[in-house]
């Protein structure tokens, strides 16, 4: 049985790795960003003049190509991070000729590995999301607002209409860290392994 690559997306503090933390206890084996080895992301955040958006996503975009490659051929991967939210960002943050440069790259990327079996998209509001930002209180994010999170949040669905294999959750609605947990686990599951064409978990 084909057991491919899971990969997770959503907006900020959507719940990405705590969803990976879970099925990491699961069994699945999970790859998880390192934001902190992006040197540019500091500044896209604090000065949105200094323009270094082209910068910030080539270098997430290596990233997480460099840790999917690295991980290839372990079965069950799960990563809290997704190449095809990196594509969602390129087209947000980027001016034309930029996106056009960043393009090429990530075709070429994606040509050179398998795509994932799976995508998770953890649905989330922007209203909710500016709550949870806050709340875990990521120094650096702080100056994240409410309209970058709904234009993010557009790019990323616009992007995972074309994709099949996307289970959507509700991450706003369900709670997969406590009462919502097995019941989630149970529908990733079932989905993972009939690879489905897509369904909705909202309750």
Same mark, same amino acid.
């Given at each position: 049985m084909k057991q491919g690559r899971i990969e997770i997306c959503g907006g900020i503090a959507s719940g990405k790795t705590t969803l990976a933390r879970i099925l990491e206890q699961e069994g699945f084996c999970a790859v998880y960003e390192r934001y902190q080895d992006n040197p540019f992301l500091g500044e896209f955040y604090k000065n949105k003049d200094a323009d270094c958006s082209f910068e910030t996503e080539m270098v997430f975009t290596l990233l997480h190509y460099k840790m999917i490659r690295t991980m290839s051929e372990k079965k069950r991967l799960v990563s809290d991070y997704s /190449? /095809?939210?990196? /594509?969602?960002?390129?087209? #947000?943050n980027l001016k &034309? +000729? +930029?996106f056009a440069v960043f393009y090429q790259m990530y075709q070429y990327l994606? @040509?050179?590995i398998a795509p994932p079996q799976m995508i998770i998209y953890l649905k989330c509001r922007a209203e909710a999301l500016v709550g949870r930002i806050a709340e875990r209180a990521r120094e650096m994010e702080q100056t994240v607002d409410i309209g970058y999170l709904s234009e993010s949040i557009l790019a990323?669905? #616009?992007?995972?209409? &074309? +994709?099949?294999?996307? /289970?959507?959750?509700?991450?706003d609605r369900v709670n997969f860290m406590n009462k919502d947990r097995?019941? =989630?686990?149970? &529908?990733?599951?079932? !989905?993972? !392994? =009939? @690879?489905? +064409?897509?369904q909705s978990v909202s309750e």
């Open positions: /190449l /095809l939210q990196d /594509l969602a960002y390129g087209r #947000n &034309k +000729e +930029e994606v @040509r050179q990323l669905e #616009n992007c995972l209409r &074309k +994709e099949a294999g996307v /289970l959507v959750i509700e991450s097995d019941e =989630t686990v149970r &529908k990733i599951r079932d !989905f993972y !392994f =009939t @690879r489905g +064409e897509g």
